[in-house]
């Protein structure tokens, strides 16, 4: 019996262009649900930090703040959690250096919202640094310094007497998802995110036809791949607490978006 060998080497065209639609189907839909944790994740970051940065507790506080007054430690870096699980406890930690040869007391005001915007709840200390050396200082969040449902800011002051002379904030989001702790949640969604965002656009990479000879404009895959480049920067600097870098590579990243959109429908 003779096999129609042009029968069978025509199915295969039609074979390969059917696994190359479901994988860049696959590779598709893989990519956007990444895409969509890593802005939904850096967007709540940056506008917790956001509304933390314009939080002040006290007007006078923030209308006498004079970065010019001397003090004897530098304010190196504050360290708050991303991600909070309602009624979950979180530690704020900010990091005092005495660049001088004797031991500096620094006087410290921290104050955290309550209620709303203008309210706050505050605690002032003295904290001694040893000459050249640096210290932590430390302070607890709740449950009940929550506003808008969702926002707990807060921010220390290195005072000179009694006038804000050096400061930082942070705001942290406070949310639920699958009962986790605020800890697992950025685990779960940096995690999630980069890993969908790899599989597909390997997956898109792979589905991509090898371009013929001649043709330059770079392929929509390539976009694709910077766009995920850019939310994984993004999502490293909010870890790090730089969130200023991180809105301004949030913004890259919807401007990527958006000139990406018209060649994804075409």
């Given at each position: ?208 036809p090898s371009p013929s000879y001649g043709v330059t404009s770079p392929p929509i895959e390539v ?44």
């Amino acid at each position: 019996m003779k096999i129609n060998d042009g029968s069978i080497s025509s199915r295969r065209p039609v074979r390969s262009f059917l696994r190359h639609i479901r994988r860049q189907k696959l590779g598709g839909l893989i990519f956007f649900l990444g895409a969509l944790i890593g802005f939904g994740f850096n967007g709540l970051a940056v506008t917790a930090d956001l509304n933390g940065a314009s939080f002040w507790g006290d007007f006078q506080d923030g209308a006498n703040f004079d970065r010019q007054l001397p003090i004897q430690a530098d304010l190196v870096k504050i360290q708050c959690p991303i991600l909070l699980a309602p009624g979950e406890e979180g530690t704020i930690t900010a990091t005092l250096r005495n660049p001088d040869q004797i031991t500096a007391e620094i006087p410290v005001k921290v104050v955290v919202s309550k209620d709303d915007f203008q309210n706050y709840r505050g605690l002032t200390d003295r904290l001694p640094v040893a000459p050249l050396e640096k210290q932590d200082f430390r302070w607890q969040i709740t449950e009940q310094d929550i506003i808008e449902r969702n926002f707990i800011l807060t921010r220390i002051f290195l005072m000179y007497d009694d006038t804000p002379a050096r400061t930082e904030s942070c705001g942290i989001f406070v949310m639920h998802l699958f009962g986790l702790k605020g800890a697992a949640l950025v685990v779960l969604t940096v995690v999630t995110s980069l890993s969908f965002l790899s599989v597909g656009s390997v997956l898109l990479y792979r589905a991509n036809p090898s371009p013929s000879y001649g043709v330059t404009s770079p392929p929509i895959e390539v976009g694709l791949v910077g766009l995920a480049a850019i939310l994984g920067i993004g999502m490293i600097a909010n870890l790090l607490g730089w969130w200023i870098f991180a809105g301004i590579v949030l913004v890259l990243a919807v401007l990527l978006s958006l000139a990406l959109i018209p060649s994804m429908l075409n």
